[in-house]
Nanobody
């Protein structure tokens, strides 16, 4: 059984910063990639940032490039999302996705709310 737990959401004013954390655990879990998605109110879920575990390559949505940074603690299967210069349009539920190496399956966290006020 794999568990994915996020933390760090909250309410912040435009221009502020937040840091999200996500840890994946389970006896059979070893990450191939971990990343963040978000679902704004009334919209579909969209990709925000992903990090490949082997090599550490990162991928960002154009809308967050230069403002958000994804990082990791590899040995702890933990990924972070540092969000700077937040904008009201960043308001969303943020979900962590953990991809399991060798199995080809993905696990999602429960989501954490980020609200940016103008």
């Amino acid at each position: 059984q794999v568990q994915v737990v996020e933390s760090g959401g909250g309410l912040v004013q435009a221009g502020g910063s937040l840091r999200l954390s996500c840890s994946a655990s389970g006896r059979t879990f070893s990450a191939s990639a971990m990343g963040w998605f978000r679902q704004p109110p009334g919209k579909e879920r969209e990709h925000v940032a992903t990090m490949r575990w082997s090599g550490g390559s990162t991928y960002y949505a154009d809308s967050v490039k230069g403002r958000f940074t994804i990082s990791r603690e590899k040995s702890r299967n933990t990924v972070y999302l540092q969000m700077n210069n937040l904008k009201p349009e960043d308001t969303a539920v943020y979900y962590c996705k953990a991809s399991r190496a060798g199995w080809g399956d993905d696990y999602w966290g429960q989501g954490t709310q980020v609200t940016v006020s103008s």
